[in-house]
């Protein structure tokens, strides 16, 4: 009976050592080395999920006029060289650090920054994160 539970227990253990991500993906940086004393909660791997991709833009709000949740774009990505659709999927302003000032002169008044993220309405074969994707001025005007 007390070698089951030294079993049981050193099972446990050997449990602890085993790591697994919450989503399928691949390993985009790794954070520790095999056999280095990494505390409780830290990571050890950055997963990027490949199914999960976006294209990030910042943009005037004065430049928002057309661009609204569920809009589609089509964009280029030069990477692979072909055109995708992207939907919008996220509109949020950015800190007051990314202000427009007006020009004193003009009368005018500051202008905000906003986040916005384009998500590809399809799979975009080959697309990674980092790749540059354009949205022509003339689309969102």
């Excluded at 004393?37 to 005037?60: C, E, K, Q, Y």
């Excluded at 659709?85 to 009368?107: C, L, N, P, Q």
């Excluded at 500051?110 to 697309?127: C, I």
Aim: aromatic share 8%.
């Amino acid at each position: 009976m007390q070698a089951r539970g030294a079993t049981a227990e050193v099972d446990a253990y050997l449990e602890e050592t085993k790591i697994r991500s919450p989503i399928s993906g691949e390993v985009s940086l790794k954070l520790a080395e095999e056999g280095e004393v990494v505390g409780s909660g830290m990571p050890v791997i950055a997963v990027t999920d490949l199914d999960d991709a976006w294209a990030v833009f910042h943009l005037r709000e004065d430049m928002l006029k057309n661009v609204y949740k569920g809009r589609k774009f089509t964009v280029h990505i030069p990477a692979l060289d072909r055109d995708a659709e992207m939907e919008v999927s996220y509109i949020a302003s950015v800190g007051d650090y990314a202000t427009w000032r007006s020009s004193k002169e003009s009368g005018g008044f500051d202008l905000k920054t906003f986040e916005v993220r384009l998500r590809p309405t399809e799979k975009v074969d080959n697309l990674r994160p980092g790749m540059s994707v354009l949205l022509p001025m003339e689309a969102i005007q």
